[in-house]
């Protein structure tokens, strides 16, 4: 464990120092940046729209119940931008891109492809990781920043629909505006700024340690998804804890 | 890549090599040269190191014990790679899935930016044209045979214009035909850019047709090192053995 640790850290400071050379790789920049924001745009839709809708449907009826009906709005606001915008896209991004990062690299690992660009002199790290990491992490803050309207849209619906709720689109968002501050958009885009570095480095160390054939790629799928979800659900509480603290 | 130096080819020298994986020791104190200029074939039995030793020469791995030195510089130093030219071409020839075979031979100059993209292409199609892979530029690797993978492998190697090139099992998984294709290309090459030649190779008739001399290696170590002549001629019962293993269908049967 602690060895894996430590070679991501390896590996993140490596991708870190060789962000200067972004500009060399721009066109695999792009290529990612089409595979992670377009393509995942319609699955975040919907994923938001739905949490957002729960999450009224959950707490609607409660707080009408008890009379809380005017922080509905607000309350859901602060939870999708703060929290479940942030960690679903981030682990919708694990399972969708992480995924694939590893299984791409696994593979050009075990059917030698990375030997063949090391002999050539060329860095996996500036080749593979580097277009990787830029990518992810344009792409999923931008999903995010996509993802927390519509997730507030979805609780609107929901609450002006649903009988046991009835609270108008005007109420919704009247609410909303007085409780969520552009701080709070921006703390959960911070956070998933943070996600998208982790995501990457972690199935990026997967692929590229990966040993044996199909099966071994298929273990790094695995363990990059699985490991991915964790550091993102642990990274979250630390980066709560951090950003109450400084507030 | 910048500080070239002038002369086409370089000396190998690998002192005292020794890898072990786990309880496994697969070198076991491997000496050998190889002068500039050279074709030097390693053979040997399945599983004797042949592989491992060219992945050690080529700096994909680092020895336990031993050095292996270019021009008398040792190979993990930080600046050889970038001073010598070297290639390798894979038994799987490890071409980029992803990428077309035009991209694939080319890759080495446009990520190290040498040439402009037209450069690029038209330095593309005059490699591909010398392995006989004309008017193929632009299609998906996937879409070719183990041969030509092996040629486009090959043309890859080329376009680094190597000093040193090393080729891993290169007649393996191909027919006889096409075996005396790439042997013919490996001696054009040689004959051409004067490259220091290395090749991994079970192959008996590529050893004995280009090498200029054989290293027999078993478990390991090296059983004899000599001219083609010298190692057909060999006392030695194992490297007898393996040079005229043939198959006896009399002594299968009940």
């Known amino acids: 464990m602690f060895r894996n640790l430590g070679q991501l850290v390896i590996l993140f400071w490596q991708t870190l120092w060789s962000l200067p050379l972004t500009w060399r790789q721009r066109r695999k920049v792009f290529d990612q940046l089409f595979e992670i924001g377009n393509a995942s745009l319609l699955m975040v839709c919907v994923l938001s729209l739905f949490i957002g809708g729960v999450l009224a449907l959950q707490t609607g009826p409660v707080l009408v119940e008890r009379g809380a009906s005017s922080v509905l709005g607000g309350m859901i606001g602060l939870a999708f931008c703060k929290e479940l915008g942030p960690v679903m896209m981030a682990i919708l991004i694990a399972g969708r891109i992480g995924s694939a990062m590893a299984a791409e690299i696994g593979s050009m690992r075990v059917y030698n492809e990375i030997d063949a660009l090391r002999t050539m002199n060329i860095s996996p790290i ?16 931008s999903l995010v920043i996509f993802a927390i309207p519509v997730g507030w ?9 649903n009988g046991r709720i009835s609270i108008g689109f005007e109420a919704f968002f009247g609410d909303l505006r007085t409780m969520v501050e552009v701080g709070d958009v921006f703390n959960g885009v911070f956070k998933s700024f943070v996600f998208a570095l982790a995501i990457c480095t972690i199935s990026c160390q997967q692929g590229l ?38 507030k | 890549m910048m500080n070239v130096d002038a002369r086409q080819n370089v000396r190998v020298e690998v002192r005292g090599l020794r890898k072990r994986f786990g309880e496994n020791e697969v070198l076991n104190g491997i000496s050998f040269n190889v002068e500039p200029g050279e074709i030097f ?11 491992v030793l060219l992945r050690q020469i080529i700096g994909l791995e680092e020895p336990d014990a031993g050095e292996i030195l270019i021009e008398n510089e040792p190979i993990h130093s930080s600046d050889v790679l970038q001073k010598y030219r070297m290639a390798m071409v894979f038994q799987s020839s490890a071409l980029l899935k992803s990428l077309t075979v035009g991209e694939n031979v080319g890759l080495y100059l446009s990520e190290h930016q040498l040439k ?17 892979l004309k008017g193929i530029k632009d299609r998906s690797t996937s879409e070719l045979s183990g041969g030509m993978q092996k040629r486009v492998a090959l043309a890859r190697a080329l376009v680094i214009e190597p000093q040193l090139i090393l080729y891993d099992e290169p007649t393996s ?46 478990d390991g170590k090296i059983m004899q090192i000599g001219t083609p002549k010298e190692i057909k001629e060999s006392r030695d019962p194992q490297i007898q053995r393996f040079i005229h293993a043939e198959l006896n269908a009399n002594s299968t049967k009940p």
């Open chain 1, 126 to 141: 500036h080749y593979l990781v580097l277009p990787r990491m830029v990518a992810i992490a344009i792409a999923l803050p």
């Open chain 1, 153 to 161: 849209l979805g609780g609107a619906m929901v609450s002006a629909l």
């Open chain 1, 209 to 246: 340690i990966t040993i044996g054939g199909p099966r071994g790629i298929g273990r790094s799928v695995t363990k990059a998804v699985v490991n991915s979800i964790v550091g993102i659900v642990i990274l979250d509480y630390i980066l709560t804890r951090t950003l109450l603290y400084i």
């Open chain 2, 41 to 51: 074939i390693i053979m040997g039995p399945s599983g004797s190191g042949k592989s």
């Open chain 2, 116 to 132: 402009t993209p037209e450069e690029i292409d038209r330095i593309v199609r005059e490699k591909l044209e010398l392995v006989g």
């Open chain 2, 173 to 218: 998984e191909l027919d006889p035909f096409m075996s005396v294709v790439i042997a013919e290309e490996i001696l054009k090459l040689r004959n051409r850019i004067h490259a220091t030649s290395i090749i991994v190779s079970h192959d008996r008739d590529l050893a004995f047709g280009i090498g200029d001399r054989i290293a027999m290696l078993s």
